[in-house]
């Protein structure tokens, strides 16, 4: 089960989201040129661990979830480590300080590694599974923001208040393709994960390419620290990921 999801949910179809509600949407803080939103404040080492539960076709499958952040030469390094039945994904990102801007990310997932490089409007890299092969090499028409392990983070890093929209965008690697993604926080909401309870902002992420999941973010008011997501995934028998803040 954990090879199928994330070759989904990582590799195949990287941060696809879509409009799963009619909303009134207001003016999107977003520049023409594909800028990246500001953050309004920076990220902190440290190490955060996830209880993460995917149901699919009838089935649950637990998972751990450790996201490890360090500092790295002007940069950050965000390290997610996702465990299941003795099976390990780990997710890597690099990561600019103050803008958190994305310049690296590894993913491995078995024998499938895709390594990744972003400068200035181009990607590339190598997806490697097996003996097989494929180049990555695309042009892309802004900066990629908030992509990968540690995504949410950055997120939650983003001047958030009830009514606050931005743009940005990821990449799909696989397809070698931009993903347009809208962020709206939609109120306040408190709530109880295992550790602890906490006021949060409630964030919703959507696609603006015509995708059908839905994502959601809880983030602590206070820290901006990340308690809680919520992910749908159509493509793998209408499963539902989400995952809460132990520690």
Not at 1 to 25: D, E, G, Q
Not at 37 to 42: G, I, S, T
Not at 59 to 67: G, S
């Amino acid at each position: 089960m954990k090879p199928c999801l994330s070759r989904t949910t990582r590799l195949l179809a990287p941060r696809a989201f879509v409009l799963a509600i009619a909303l009134a949407a207001p003016v999107s803080i977003f520049a023409q040129d594909g800028a990246a939103p500001k953050p309004a404040v920076d990220l902190k080492p440290g190490t955060a661990h996830y209880n993460m539960r995917l149901e699919a076709g009838g089935h649950a499958v637990l998972m751990d979830m450790t996201r490890t952040t360090t500092a790295q030469k002007g940069m950050w390094l965000v390290t997610e480590t996702t465990t299941t039945a003795g099976q390990t994904q780990t997710d890597v990102t690099t990561v600019e300080k103050k803008t958190l801007i994305i310049r690296k990310r590894t993913v491995q997932a078995g024998n499938t590694v895709a390594d990744l490089r972003f400068d200035g409007h181009k990607a590339t890299g190598m997806i490697s599974a097996g003996t097989e092969h494929q180049t990555v090499n695309a042009d892309i028409d802004g900066v990629i923001f908030a992509d990968g392990g540690g995504g949410e983070d950055v997120l939650a890093a983003l001047p958030l208040a009830k009514g606050y929209t931005t743009e940005f965008l990821n990449f799909n690697f696989a397809l070698q393709q931009v993903k347009r993604l809208q962020l709206r926080v939609m109120d306040e909401e408190t709530v109880t994960v295992p550790a602890g309870t906490f006021d949060t902002w409630k964030a919703l992420i959507t696609s603006l390419d015509g995708e059908s999941d839905t994502y959601a973010l809880w983030v602590e008011k206070r820290t901006h620290r990340l308690v809680k997501f919520a992910m749908s995934i159509p493509n793998l028998h209408d499963a539902m990921a989400t995952a809460e803040l132990t520690k």
